[in-house]
RNA sequence: GCAUCUGUAGCUCAGUAGGAUAGAGCAGUGCCCUCCUAAGGCAUGUGUCAGGGGUUCGAUUCCUCUCAGGUGCACCA
């Protein structure tokens, strides 16, 4: 039983009316350190006994009287406060800590469960830039801490690979795919198709026709034309062996690559169940689902030339996904600006009798630009994320080569820091906030950053090198009962709380401030008390201190999705 | 116009599902490397929590209105 969890029986003893969850609610944690560790305010009881909270308080007292976990249990005015017995509470933490190793912070709670994570998912035959970093990280580090839950995750790249713009770039490759123009696309993808892309849409003034012939590619391409669909698979290719490039950078892993193209052959069955269902209307010639009872906008499924949508297509992949996986939740970290469109989706199924529909969850995200506006592709406003890694690694190598030129390994720790410092800054606040990209920040390495964390936890590993004894959980204790150990200690025990609290708000920053606080507090404890000492009993104590702290930093990073260097 | 998100220190942001004196980092200033990695530690100042009402013993937190900014609203995704 932890701490909390005897203040809560502690008070049931006496309130007997109140259930164990009840208790547990009413705890809280005092603003400051010195007022206790926890405390149960009294407010709440003033109209059972007609007194002031504050007599309550004291009454409270009187009856709890000693408690052995509990070193003191005061009132301060309407609050009982309890402090524990640092000793044991240390000794609590740590023993198990030692226990559980790299499991520690770990839970059962997704067992038997399957979590799917949609993220990333960049649009083909055009670039990864900044704007993508959002996704692409927050949604990797929500299924890295769910798989730490215990839940079984997909991790799914909805890739970005059908729609009409792929009829204006097979349109385009026809007219002016000279030899020339492949060899570019071949050397450098990216740019090559987005010039094709560009020149199309801007054709397109004078050309009225190509927005038809576009139309009619895109319409052989899904009636499946060799020609079309082998141009198709190639743009996918080069663009993909691109994005992995980066995805190999970060260290990201995908589970599955069904993008919207894959769902192109189940649209069909998804408009006749709609239609069967009574859901379909027509308006203008295109068919609507009507949602404006449910203060909605209406949903327009289908084209009036036929074809279908975004939303009717992700209605197809959440129905395939739900018949594949058989999900416990279905989670789509994409932007805010999309949010009218998932909520549209979700009551489309809702409308259509799946009670899962409730089950998906869009993890919505703020917006990133530039100093200089909103990003724009074709105006050239774009910083492409490759660079912004590149750039962080040249300022890590720069910073090393100054500070600690004598380094082994010196590119690889470079590019576990620069790129670290990225991850670190992306998924520090809070998801919903927009935000404006400035090379300054990201490559800003002092205080609250992902460097800060990295240099700590080398720290560590430095100390536990040069520990010439064995590490084990058999030490006094007591050692470790001072002001700046002892809230190390603390802050270690909350580490769990605070990834289930990640995990219940689809909320990665939680685990970034954890573990930068964890490291703030590791540091004062270093600067105040010498790990590595002559008296023997010191120094095991605060080693394991340090070594729980060591396996902490390391598993918080890992979830995030950086690497921890061992010596920087 | 309707919908939705945001508004906390000079800047960037936390604030634990209403509670005890609202906190960090950056920037500024001043200390600490014969001492375990100075990408570090310590000290120091700043707040009408956008504003008005309301609910409550108690509101930065909940409700409501106003103001400011972002975003989305039919044949793109």
Redesign the pocket.
Known sequence: MDFKEKVAEIFISIETELSMEEALQLI?????A???DY?V?C??F?KKYRKS?AAIANDLVEKIGQVNEFEKIES????V?FFVNKEQFAEQVLNRAFEEKEDYGSTNIGEGKTVIVEFSSP?IAKPFHIGHIRSTLIGNAINNIYKYMGYNTVAINHL?D????FGMLISAYMKWGTPEVVEAIEKDPIPELLKLYVRYNQEIEKHPEYQDEARYWFKELEDGNEEALKLWAWFRDVSLKEFNRVYDMFGIKFDSLAG?SFYSDKMPAIMDELKEKGLLKD????K?VELSEY?L??A?VE???G?T??VT?DVAAAKYRKDTYDFYKNIYVVG??????FDQWRKIIDLMGYDWAYDCVHVMF??VSLEDG?LATRKGRVVFLEDVLNKAIEK?TE??NQ??PNLEDREK?AKQ?GIGAVIFQEL???R????VFSWD?TL??????G??VQ??Y??T???LR?ADITIDSDVDFSILTNTEAFNVIKKLEGFK?ALI?AH?KYEP??VT?YIVGL??EF??F????????DRVEVKKARLLLTLIVNIVLKKGMELLGMEAP???
């Open positions: 809280e944690i005092p603003p400051s010195d007022m206790g405390a305010p407010f709440k003033a909270p301060a005015g309407p609050y406060n649009n970005g059908y729609g009409t713009q919207e308006s203008e010639g295109a609507i203060g906008t209406d327009l084209k009036s030339d074809s949508l975004y297509r805010a600006p999309q949010k009218l469109h703020g917006t909103t890590t910073i090393i500070r600690n720790v820091v520090f606040n809070n919903i906030k927009d935000y920040k800003s390495f002092e205080g609250e950053t460097p800060y240099y700590t080398a720290r590993c430095s100390l040069k709380t609290n219940d920053f939680i401030r490291a703030q540091n004062r270093y600067h105040e008390c010498p790990i590595i000492t061992e010596k920087m």
